[in-house]
């Protein structure tokens, strides 16, 4: 065990190793700071005729994605657009990133259009809200809508909760749902039942029911449908949709989204936070190793940067952190294991109360949670306890280093006289409690500035023996 841990020294100090981590960060930097000035692909300035952005929501709705869509309606807006069209495909996601969508499309001074699509694609949970927020919304044939039941999830996993406080969820729910649907003059009641009884409508049934506009079979037929259409606007006005020979470019997630759509998502930002931890606790017990303070500093700032975004539950934070107390206090007390355990339950708890998610699923999964704890208990244990053991190390440098050593006498050394020794291949004045004969090993016993202090090595083994 000594041995490797002294070649994962030697390694971790070399010129080559510093290097290597030095150009690593370097590059890491650079790519990050490239993708930060990458702009999204828009389309052209000056179309000629009626132009249709066309954006796409095809993951779950999380803030990065919210922020993809207020930027293309702000950029067709700015580009005069006649219509925006949002392609979904979408399982839900957070609240917080729904609601914010709703309100820059119900803000939006150009019609938006939401459109369900391909085939077998869905608007479930949060996209049943923001297809009924739209100024027109329309399914392809085979697509499904609905189950928009408010979901309190940890984790994944769905805890049971009183009467009341489903009843309270629903209607706020409910509220928010009336309060755009019974204004763009579709059904709030059948809407409702989305919510309360987690009802799912197929392309016909939600037309039937008056909840979209219509059914088309593209998007070339979507256009053609919706050229000379009036449609009513959300503050009232009343406008006729002219998109015959219209321009159509999609508003893409630049680089820099799609990277930081990445990092937002849940289990991701566990992920990261555990390495960022991990690699400066690394860093700060074994000083020089260099490579995991620089990839943890990384992952921190990245899950502090995500941090912004997700709704983090300070219980959940706070849970992590003990747990990183259990784990250190485990290597250090004889718990038997007692802290070990609380600090794997008291992580696991930590990572599923990470995120809340009070109106739409969304949290750090029990996959992600089991597979990130247990390795982090092992590590942190097993990294504390080298730091321990450390402790009871022979110094290796210094003055330290000639305590114990052997060296040969050069010539005789009379007792309590002062004589030379060889130790390391270096000449050192010494001076011995017996008489050493020249040739003879010698022990030393102290060091007492350039002079050594020591004693036959046969007699350190008759007083062991």
């Not at 370097?26 to 490239?34: E, K, Q, R, T």
């Not at 007692?338 to 109106?359: D, E, K, N």
Request: with cysteine.
């Amino acid at each position: 065990m000594t041995g490797w841990l002294y070649l994962i020294r030697r390694v971790s100090e070399s010129r080559g190793f510093q290097w290597l981590a030095s150009l690593s960060l370097l590059g890491i930097l650079v790519a990050s700071a490239i993708s930060v000035l990458l702009p999204a692909a828009t389309a052209d300035e000056h179309p000629a005729g009626p132009f249709v952005q066309e954006l796409t929501l095809d993951s779950e709705v999380e803030p990065i994605l919210a922020t993809y869509i207020d930027e293309g309606l702000a950029d067709a807006a700015r580009r005069h657009a006649s219509l925006v069209l949002i392609t979904m495909d979408t399982p839900g996601g957070l609240s917080d990133s729904m609601k914010d969508m709703i309100q820059h499309i119900l803000a939006s001074p150009v019609p938006v259009a939401v459109y369900v699509s391909p085939t077998g694609a869905r608007g479930a949970s949060a996209g049943f809200y923001i297809l009924l927020s739209a100024d027109i919304a329309a399914m392809a044939p085979g697509t499904h809508a609905g189950a928009a039941s408010p979901v309190l999830s940890i984790g994944g996993y769905v805890p049971q909760i009183d009467d009341v406080l489903r009843k309270k969820i629903n209607q706020d729910a409910m509220a928010f749902l009336r309060s755009f649907t019974e204004t763009r003059g579709r059904n709030p009641v059948l809407a409702e039942k989305a919510i309360t009884e987690s009802t799912a409508f197929t392309e016909k049934e939600a037309l039937n029911g008056k909840m979209i506009d219509l059914i088309a079979s593209s998007t070339d037929d979507l256009l053609r449908q919706l050229d000379g259409r009036s449609i009513t606007r959300f503050d009232g006005t009343k406008i006729t949709l002219a998109l015959k020979d219209s321009v159509r470019a999609p508003f893409q997630l630049s680089t820099r989204q799609k990277f930081l759509a990445r990092i937002v998502q849940p289990d991701v930002f566990f992920v990261l936070l555990i390495l960022g931890v991990l690699g400066l606790y690394t860093e700060f017990t074994h000083p020089g190793v260099i490579a995991p303070g620089v990839i943890g500093g990384i992952c921190l700032i990245l899950a502090l940067y995500a941090m912004q975004f997700l709704p983090v539950n300070l219980a959940g934070l706070l849970l992590i952190l003990l747990a990183l107390a259990f784990f250190i206090l485990e290597a250090k007390m004889p718990s038997h294991g007692v802290l070990a355990l609380g600090g794997v339950v008291s992580m696991f708890l930590g990572a599923i109360f990470l995120i809340r998610s009070p109106l739409t699923s969304g949290g750090v999964s029990v996959g992600v949670a089991l597979a990130a704890t247990l390795p982090f208990a092992l590590l942190t244990v097993f990294l504390m306890r080298l730091v321990l053991r450390s402790r009871k190390w022979k110094s290796v440098t210094g003055k330290e280093e000639l305590i114990g050593a052997q060296g040969v006498a050069i010539a005789r050394l009379p007792a309590g006289a002062e004589g030379m020794i060889r130790v390391h291949g270096e000449l050192w004045q010494a001076e011995s409690s017996q008489p050493v004969e020249e040739g003879s090993t010698v022990r030393i016993l102290r060091v007492d500035g350039l002079k050594l202090y020591v004693e036959p090595a046969d007699a350190a083994v008759s007083v062991a023996k």
